[in-house]
């Protein structure tokens, strides 16, 4: 039986779904019924709970071949990097007490990095704590998700702008397709593992200018590219939405990527196939 986190997302969805389609027997976590349903009428066993119960989380693991999960954000959290360590050693900890052997993480470039990379730090704490829980780790450092273009659609429509945290926006930086991560993650799972691993996966290279352009191509209109320098980055966020504390953290992840110390690490690389325009095509529609 393979354990599905994250089902209610694009990657843990992708998951669930590509191996449903391969005939393997699946369960998946929900904290809802009602989304559960959908998934019991593909065939899947549906788990009602939350990773953040962990005897809840260590009933549903046990006697499992492999589980897939990642680390989900609350936005409700007002202490993020708190809140994303207890729930990591709690995910952990039902990993060690369940035996699972084998676990599929969706990780991120820069993981490798204890500080200064925001919420990546939580993931830097999960892989740890999954490494010492003494299951075999398979830990997917995907690269920029390519539908986080969406996250300027209000500002393209409303504004014709796209922000631009970075420090330039002509460098080129590789993203990855949620569904060429889901696609990797089944290969892991169904593989197995004797060890633990990182997998860097990368894609295509964009420049926040190129993704200005292809954004604008798709809504038939010029998007100006309007950079927003780090002091103003928190603003900029909270008044687009989202919670001040997630917004202090983004933007010390941004000043990671600007400082140069974030780049791939892995015991080996993998190079996704999606092009960004497909995506966009479906985000704008």
Same mark, same amino acid.
């Given at each position: 039986?393979?354990?599905?986190?994250?089902?209610?997302?694009?990657?843990?969805?992708?998951?669930?779904?590509?191996?449903?389609?391969?005939?393997?027997?699946?369960?998946?976590?929900?904290?809802?019924?009602?989304?559960?349903?959908?998934?019991?009428?593909?065939?899947? @066993?549906?788990?009602?709970?939350?990773?953040?119960?962990?005897?809840?989380?260590?009933?549903?693991?046990?006697?499992?071949?492999?589980?897939?999960?990642?680390?989900?954000?609350?936005?409700?959290?007002?202490?993020?990097?708190?809140?994303?360590?207890?729930?990591?050693?709690?995910?952990?900890?039902?990993?060690?007490?369940?035996?699972?052997?084998?676990?599929?993480?969706?990780?991120?470039?820069?993981?490798?990095?204890?500080?200064?990379?925001?919420?990546?730090?939580?993931?830097?704490?999960?892989?740890?704590?999954?490494?010492?829980?003494?299951?075999?780790?398979?830990?997917?450092?995907?690269?920029?998700?390519? @539908?986080?273009?969406?996250?300027?659609?209000?500002?393209?429509?409303?504004?014709?702008?796209?922000?631009?945290?970075?420090?330039?926006?002509?460098?080129?930086?590789?993203?990855?397709?949620?569904?060429?991560?889901?696609?990797?993650?089944?290969?892991?799972?169904?593989?197995?593992?004797?060890?633990?691993?990182?997998?860097?996966?990368?894609?295509?290279?964009?420049?926040?200018?190129?993704?200005?352009?292809?954004?604008?191509?798709?809504?038939?209109?010029?998007?100006?590219?309007?950079?927003?320098?780090?002091?103003?980055?928190?603003?900029?966020?909270?008044?687009?939405?989202?919670?001040?504390?997630?917004? @202090? @953290?983004?933007?010390?992840?941004?000043?990671?990527?600007?400082?140069?110390?974030?780049?791939?690490?892995?015991?080996?690389?993998?190079?996704?196939?999606?092009?960004?325009?497909?995506?966009?095509?479906?985000?704008?529609?």
């Amino acid at each position: 039986m393979y354990i599905i986190a994250g089902v209610s997302g694009h990657v843990g969805s992708v998951v669930a779904k590509q191996l449903l389609d391969k005939k393997q027997p699946v369960k998946v976590i929900v904290r809802d019924a009602q989304k559960g349903a959908p998934w019991s009428k593909l065939g899947a @066993e549906v788990a009602v709970g939350s990773l953040g119960d962990q005897a809840f989380l260590t009933g549903a693991l046990r006697g499992a071949k492999a589980f897939f999960t990642l680390l989900p954000p609350d936005y409700s959290w007002t202490d993020v990097y708190a809140s994303q360590r207890k729930l990591a050693d709690t995910i952990a900890g039902a990993v060690k007490a369940s035996g699972v052997p084998h676990v599929v993480m969706l990780s991120s470039i820069g993981a490798d990095l204890a500080e200064g990379t925001g919420p990546i730090k939580g993931l830097h704490h999960l892989e740890n704590a999954l490494r010492a829980a003494g299951t075999n780790l398979t830990a997917i450092r995907a690269g920029s998700f390519q @539908e986080n273009v969406g996250m300027a659609l209000g500002a393209a429509r409303n504004a014709g702008i796209y922000p631009n945290f970075l420090p330039s926006a002509d460098y080129p930086v590789p993203m990855i397709a949620t569904r060429d991560i889901g696609a990797l993650a089944v290969q892991s799972l169904l593989e197995g593992a004797k060890k633990s691993e990182t997998i860097d996966l990368q894609g295509p290279a964009y420049s926040v200018r190129q993704l200005a352009q292809k954004l604008g191509a798709a809504l038939g209109k010029t998007l100006n590219v309007v950079d927003v320098p780090p002091q103003g980055q928190v603003a900029a966020m909270t008044q687009a939405g989202v919670p001040k504390p997630f917004a @202090e @953290e983004f933007a010390e992840m941004y000043a990671g990527f600007a400082s140069g110390k974030v780049a791939p690490r892995g015991d080996r690389a993998v190079t996704g196939k999606t092009e960004i325009d497909e995506v966009i095509r479906a985000l704008v529609s």
